[in-house]
């Protein structure tokens, strides 16, 4: 089923079982993204759904939806999707998903809550930088105040996330501003890990039209390495918080817990 369509999940999901839940992004307008620009926007159906669940084994403890923001079917399909996740897959204690902060802002707390407690345990979340002329120059659709109270919901409501962010995104020479507002914004909130990636040019995106008009100037290495920096020294977490480089789009890879390894962590960036 959907075998042809994009599916991106992230590295962490590698080895977790996918549940296809929306196809392409109802958004895609975010000016530096090229994942689902050919695709068309689609939710499965639910009998499509229980008829992939029917096909996975039954013992199986870690389902990810895959889709770029499968909590836009709002509270009752989600609610709906949870029961029926539960009832095929019994000893399934994790629900993992992508989120926006657009689709966030539709839920309220006591939603949130309840889809927490039927097993929907982790959401990964594109913040990008805490900066709202980059957040409006990169069309995201959110701005840093939107962000800020959306995981402050979710951290009421114990639902945990991890905050994706991107290095190299506020363009040359305002890295290093664009880290320490990006660090402020993390700081008002609890996230469970920050998952950093490098900007990398697509083709076909609007952002890559801005690179070719001079409209927008990629930062260097140096900067962007800098940047990482910044953002190391600036975040200031109230609970052990994973910082992780791992993904592939980035320039160095590290992983440590903050802020336990805060000093072994820039020496690795600064020492490259
Ligand atoms: S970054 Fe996410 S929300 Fe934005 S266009 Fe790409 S898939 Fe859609």
């Known amino acids: 089923m959907y ?12 080895n977790t079982v996918l549940l296809p839940v929306t ?15 050919d695709d068309r926007y689609s939710e499965v159906p639910f009998f499509d759904i229980e008829r992939e669940l029917l ?5 199986t403890e870690r389902v990810f939806l895959t889709g770029a923001d499968p909590m836009s079917i709002g509270f009752d399909n989600m609610e709906r999707l949870l029961d029926i996740i539960h009832q095929h897959l019994p000893y399934c204690a994790c629900v993992a998903s992508y989120a926006s902060i657009r689709s966030l ?31 409006k120059l990169m069309k995201k659709g959110h701005t840093v105040d939107q962000a800020i109270q959306q995981a402050n919901k979710l951290n009421q409501a114990n639902l945990q996330f991890n905050s ?16 320490a507002a990006t660090a402020r914004m993390i700081n008002r909130f609890t996230t469970n890990r920050i998952i950093t990636m490098n900007l990398i040019i697509f083709e076909g995106t609007e952002l890559k039209d801005m690179v070719d008009r001079g409209e927008f100037i990629p930062p260097k290495a140096g900067e962007r390495l800098l940047e990482l920096k910044t953002l190391l020294e600036n975040l200031e977490p109230e609970r052990p918080t994973i910082f992780d480089t791992t993904h592939p789009t980035n320039m160095v890879s590290v992983k440590g817990i903050l802020p336990r390894d805060r000093n072994r962590l ?7």
């Open 55 to 59: 096909n996975i084994y039954n013992y």
């Open 105 to 135: 802002s539709k839920y309220s707390v006591e939603e949130l809550s309840i889809l927490h407690k039927k097993g929907l345990r982790l959401l990964y979340i594109g913040f990008e930088t805490g900066r709202d002329d980059i957040l």
């Open 164 to 179: 994706i962010i991107m290095y190299g995104i506020a363009g040359k020479g305002k890295s290093v501003d664009n880290a």
């Open 23 to 37: 196809l392409g992004c109802n958004y895609n307008r975010c000016a530096f993204c090229s994942m689902y620009k």
């Open 266 to 272: 820039i020496n690795r960036i600064v020492n490259l």
């Open 3 to 14: 075998k042809r369509d994009t599916i991106y999940y992230p590295q962490d999901e590698m």
